[in-house]
């Protein structure tokens, strides 16, 4: 069991250490994150404008496909004002970044300054890009100031609901396990639930006397639900439940926020753009304007009040990101917080939302579990999963191009592992598709299950 002793041991010894010794500098930029909550509005503005000169610069030097672009558009990396030079460039969408992402690499940084990610977004579009150890150094710092926000210092215990078996490599469990260690953290795997394992590993994690619940919106309201269900609505320790990655609804905030009996959290970011916004203890959402520029643009498909989020982060010199259409709806806020931040504030975000995809036998696999088949592949521009019934799913492809003969056998791979994974109780049929139809909004839904859970 954590003693508050523990906790600081850990925030201000252990962790640092830890990670200063593998060359990780989460812990100093995380002095560097917390100052600047006490910054001026003109603070963030100079901080932002410095930021994007050095970004426009790095770009005309080292990146042929923004250089050509600024060429094309009239952008000075030297003018005066920045933002007026960000403005002459157009939305950047996810179709011309899927075309050109390794293009978008700057050439300053080699390769093991650098990772490879991926992402299906909100909408199941697939995109590759690079991020620098630099901006992921300080998005775990991000992560940190955002537990801060909630009052939880790094190195108090937690309850992770996360992925922890399938699409897990050994090296990750490894880091994972180490990581868990240090941070004092249980895991829940959110990927593959069997109610009555989860009831067990609920009594388990009690025990670590977690003060922050934390995960992806829909996994843990699904653990909450079979926390209700089965009486463990008893968390005394928990201050705080955050959720990430999916649109968090009303309902979600409190199905979690009476079973965990603490305030609900809702963190914006992706995994292109990290750290978005966060809310604060007064329920507003503040932007994180302090590592993007964040604008909100009208946009014909939307088609309601909610408009376009549109982000230019500042600190991922590997793959400079100008006028990103996320693909999230959102909107500004006038005002200010009674919190005392001077972040500007939106209004939370309508971003994806997972089905759970039920066995069965009973089991719950979250849909998340079904969009990392599409992970650092090429070739497709969107899918979606589809459970119609108990036994069966289909899965549309809608290739990008040709669909060669590779990618058509690593469709059916997929398949094939999701009816293992569900130990053949699923079936799966691959369609190779045009056009997968849009839902209300112009957005489509990537997992969809038909199939409504029974305890
Ligand atoms: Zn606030």
Same mark, same amino acid.
């Given at each position: 069991?954590?003693?508050?002793?523990?906790?600081?041991?850990?925030?201000?010894?252990?962790?640092?250490?830890?990670?200063?010794?593998?060359?990780?500098?989460?812990?100093?930029?995380?002095?560097?994150?917390?100052?600047?909550?006490?910054?001026?509005?003109?603070?963030?503005?100079?901080?932002?404008?410095?930021?994007?000169?050095?970004?426009?610069?790095?770009?005309?030097?080292?990146?042929?496909?923004?250089?050509?672009?600024?060429?094309?558009?009239?952008?000075?990396?030297?003018?005066?004002?920045?933002?007026?030079?960000?403005?002459?460039?157009?939305?950047?969408?996810?179709?011309?970044?899927?075309?050109?992402?390794?293009?978008?690499?700057?050439?300053?940084?080699?390769?093991?300054?650098?990772?490879?990610?991926?992402?299906?977004?909100?909408?199941?579009?697939?995109?590759?890009?690079?991020?620098?150890?630099?901006?992921?150094?300080?998005?775990?710092?991000?992560?940190?100031?955002?537990?801060?926000?909630?009052?939880?210092?790094?190195?108090?215990?937690?309850?992770?609901?996360?992925?922890?078996?399938?699409?897990?490599?050994?090296?990750?469990?490894?880091?994972?396990?180490?990581?868990?260690?240090?941070?004092?953290?249980?895991?829940?795997?959110?990927?593959?639930?069997?109610?009555?394992?989860?009831?067990?590993?609920?009594?388990?994690?009690?025990?670590?006397?977690?003060?922050?619940?934390?995960?992806?919106?829909?996994?843990?309201?699904?653990?909450?639900?079979?926390?209700?269900?089965?009486?463990?609505?008893?968390?005394?320790?928990?201050?705080?439940?955050?959720?990430?990655?999916?649109?968090?609804?009303?309902?979600?905030?409190?199905?979690?926020?009476?079973?965990?009996?603490?305030?609900?959290?809702?963190?914006?970011?992706?995994?292109?753009?990290?750290?978005?916004?966060?809310?604060?203890?007064?329920?507003?959402?503040?932007?994180?304007?302090?590592?993007?520029?964040?604008?909100?643009?009208?946009?014909?498909?939307?088609?309601?009040?909610?408009?376009?989020?549109?982000?230019?982060?500042?600190?991922?010199?590997?793959?400079?990101?100008?006028?990103?259409?996320?693909? /999230?709806?959102?909107?500004?806020? $006038? +005002? @200010?917080? *009674?919190?005392? %931040?001077?972040?500007? &504030?939106?209004?939370? !975000?309508?971003?994806?939302?997972?089905?759970?995809?039920?066995?069965?036998?009973?089991?719950?696999?979250?849909?998340?579990?079904?969009?990392?088949?599409?992970?650092?592949?090429?070739?497709?521009?969107?899918?979606?999963?589809?459970?119609?019934?108990?036994?069966?799913? /289909?899965?549309?492809?809608?290739? $990008? +191009? @040709?669909? *060669?003969?590779? %990618?058509?056998?690593? &469709?059916?791979?997929? !398949?094939?592992?999701?009816?293992?994974?569900?130990?053949?109780?699923?079936?799966?049929?691959?369609?190779?598709?045009?056009?997968?139809?849009?839902?209300?909004?112009?957005?489509?839904?990537?997992?969809?299950?038909?199939?409504?859970?029974?305890?």
């Amino acid at each position: 069991m954590s003693t508050p002793i523990g906790a600081t041991l850990r925030r201000r010894v252990t962790l640092p250490v830890a990670f200063g010794l593998v060359g990780d500098k989460r812990f100093a930029l995380l002095d560097d994150v917390l100052a600047r909550d006490t910054w001026s509005p003109a603070q963030v503005r100079n901080h932002q404008a410095e930021r994007l000169s050095h970004l426009f610069r790095i770009c005309r030097d080292h990146n042929p496909y923004w250089s050509a672009r600024f060429e094309a558009f009239g952008v000075n990396p030297d003018g005066s004002d920045p933002f007026a030079e960000l403005a002459k460039l157009p939305v950047l969408t996810k179709d011309e970044m899927r075309a050109n992402w390794k293009q978008m690499r700057s050439t300053h940084m080699s390769e093991s300054d650098m990772v490879h990610e991926t992402s299906s977004g909100s909408t199941g579009m697939q995109i590759n890009f690079y991020q620098s150890h630099y901006y992921r150094q300080l998005h775990a710092a991000m992560e940190y100031r955002s537990r801060m926000w909630m009052g939880v210092e790094p190195g108090e215990p937690y309850l992770s609901i996360q992925a922890n078996s399938a699409h897990v490599n050994r090296k990750t469990k490894m880091l994972r396990s180490a990581r868990r260690w240090m941070e004092n953290c249980y895991i829940l795997d959110a990927f593959q639930m069997d109610p009555a394992r989860v009831r067990e590993q609920l009594l388990a994690a009690r025990k670590i006397n977690p003060v922050h619940v934390h995960g992806y919106t829909t996994a843990c309201t699904t653990v909450a639900e079979i926390a209700q269900e089965a009486g463990i609505t008893d968390w005394p320790s928990v201050r705080a439940v955050s959720t990430t990655s999916e649109r968090q609804t009303e309902q979600h905030r409190k199905t979690l926020g009476d079973t965990f009996g603490a305030t609900v959290y809702d963190r914006y970011g992706s995994r292109e753009v990290l750290s978005i916004a966060m809310q604060c203890s007064e329920g507003k959402h503040h932007i994180y304007e302090d590592v993007n520029i964040v604008e909100f643009a009208p946009l014909s498909d939307v088609g309601d009040a909610l408009t376009a989020t549109i982000i230019t982060p500042l600190d991922n010199e590997a793959m400079p990101l100008f006028r990103y259409r996320s693909g /999230d709806e959102a909107a500004a806020i $006038d +005002g @200010t917080c *009674t919190c005392g %931040r001077t972040l500007r &504030l939106m209004t939370g !975000c309508r971003g994806r939302i997972c089905n759970n995809f039920i066995t069965p036998d009973g089991h719950i696999v979250n849909g998340t579990y079904f969009l990392y088949y599409f992970y650092y592949q090429e070739g497709y521009q969107s899918f979606q999963f589809h459970q119609t019934t108990e036994e069966h799913i /289909d899965l549309y492809v809608v290739p $990008d +191009g @040709t669909l *060669t003969q590779e %990618r058509m056998d690593y &469709l059916k791979q997929c !398949c094939d592992k999701i009816r293992a994974d569900s130990n053949d109780q699923f079936t799966v049929e691959l369609h190779i598709v045009d056009e997968i139809p849009k839902r209300r909004g112009g957005k489509h839904l990537y997992t969809i299950s038909d199939v409504l859970r029974h305890i």
